[in-house]
């Protein structure tokens, strides 16, 4: 892949480390940084408007939103994690390329987000089990997690970190951030303008249960 062209999604589904590469050698990597950012906001703004299609599609548009702050609202928090636990495992990265590296990863969550959100679209339209929803939309969301390894494996490899064990652990730091967050902005299966239930503060677990009617 040519230094002078930003690498396109086949080129982030295949080979994630060698965008790494790209990053780490292109002085002016912020065209890269925009389009991995890019393509987590619009996945995760599909999940989103597929979760939100349960109840009517202002609340999908309106999830779409919430799904896309989500995802930048735990990235900022969490980078200052990903920067002492990429250093901590090798990587001589700037914070600035490593934030590359972060969007690799979020970038990478997205496009299966994306892939998988027309599966949950079908059913949020074609159910009215609350609960079936919320576990399926949780089920996939930690398959796309799942696959986001491979981006960790693929900076180890490459030399860019000498292990993938603080890498592996940012990425469980940033789905807890991220599930704190949802239960923050809920609810996201409800008319606009329903009550926050439970109401005041409230752990994603225990949101989880409610939910689910646990």
Request: positive net charge; contains cysteine.
């Given at each position: ?7 396109g ?11 790494m ?29 597929a ?37 901590i ?19 990478t969550?997205?496009?299966l ?52 064990a ?18 923050l ?30």
């Amino acid at each position: 892949m040519s230094n002078e062209t930003t690498p396109g999604l086949g080129e982030l589904l295949r080979a994630p480390g060698d965008i790494m590469g790209f990053a780490e050698g292109q002085a002016r990597y912020w065209r890269l940084a925009a389009f991995l950012a890019l393509v987590t906001a619009v996945g995760c703004a599909l999940f989103g408007f597929a979760i939100g299609s349960f109840v009517d599609l202002k609340v999908a548009a309106l999830d779409a939103a919430k799904m896309v702050g989500i995802a930048a609202f735990a990235f900022v928090l969490c980078f200052p994690t990903l920067y002492v636990f990429a250093t901590i495992s090798g990587s001589k990265l700037s914070a600035a390329r490593l934030a590359v590296l972060g969007l690799v990863c979020t970038a990478t969550l997205g496009s299966l987000l994306a892939a998988l959100a027309p599966i949950l679209w079908l059913f949020s339209v074609s159910t009215e089990n609350v609960a079936f929803i919320v576990v399926l939309s949780c089920l996939l969301a930690a398959l796309s997690l799942v696959f986001v390894v491979r981006p960790v494996t693929a900076a180890a490899e490459k030399g860019i970190v000498a292990n993938r064990a603080g890498l592996n652990m940012w990425l469980v730091v940033f789905a807890v951030v991220a599930l704190q967050t949802v239960t923050l902005v809920r609810p996201m299966l409800a008319p606009i303008g329903t009550p926050r239930t439970p109401e005041g503060k409230c752990f994603f677990l225990m949101h989880f249960g409610e939910s689910v009617g646990l």
